[in-house]
């Protein structure tokens, strides 16, 4: 599941198939028409291109370059694209490099979505986790994710109900998933989200930071 899945690289499309799908990409996509007025209406001048750039496949997802916004934006934009994508049925995932340059990467998938062609270090990344998921947070896949990208300034994931955001303090190369989902198990049991509890025992043990934000709180 999640960011970088390496097990599905399926779902072939032929190239009428994939045109058609492209052409209808915003309904599978983002608006950022009220984002950009926003911005715009906060005296901001600063977005410098925000549009549909170059576009390539891989299994189940489409890249899409969409453009460069000013990076005192960044945080605004996540936040911004969370909200896009947060009811979405299928994996989107957005990053926003340490430039500026934001990436959209559309999955057809409910369980992955792939990240590639796209500089990681000091990157802003937002994904979803679709409802038919559950209410869950970071995953294995997103735990492998970024212990392989562990120089991604920010690392989030949303769903209906919540935001996740995860940065790594310190190496967690030697780090093994199944060790920290035991620990969760038996420390946690009652817990509601056992995905939840694994990312708590990483943060207790302090090896990342790690908030988990409810939508109804403000
Ligand atoms: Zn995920």
């Not at 549909?52 to 997802?61: A, F, I």
């Not at 997103?142 to 769903?159: G, I, P, T």
């Not at 310190?170 to 420390?187: G, H, M, P, R």
């Amino acid at each position: 599941m999640h960011p970088n899945c390496r097990c599905s690289t399926s779902a072939y499309m032929d190239d009428d198939e994939y045109n058609q799908w492209l052409d209808s990409y915003q309904d599978h996509g983002l608006a950022f028409e009220d984002w950009k007025n926003s911005v715009a209406s906060n005296g901001g001048a600063d977005i410098i291109k925000l549009g549909v750039g170059s576009s390539s496949k891989q299994g189940e997802t489409t890249r899409i370059e969409l453009g460069e916004i000013d990076t005192d934006k960044i945080d605004e934009a996540i936040q911004y694209f969370s909200d896009e994508i947060r009811d979405r049925e299928t994996e989107i995932a957005i990053v926003i490099d340490k430039n500026g340059k934001v990436t959209q990467f559309i999955s057809t998938s409910t369980e992955s979505v792939n990240i590639f062609d796209v500089d990681l270090d000091g990157a802003s990344i937002t994904h979803n986790h679709p409802v038919s998921n559950g209410i869950v947070s970071f995953g294995e896949d997103d735990f492998y994710f970024l212990q392989e990208n562990q120089n991604v300034a920010s690392f989030r994931c949303c769903n209906l109900e919540y935001d996740y955001v995860a940065s790594v303090r310190k190496d967690i190369s030697q780090v093994t998933y199944n060790e920290l989902y035991l620990k969760a198990l038996t420390e946690y049991s009652g817990n509601d989200d056992l995905q939840h509890a694994v990312f708590e025992e990483l943060r207790a043990r302090g090896y990342i930071s790690y908030d988990r934000i409810s939508k109804n709180a403000d």
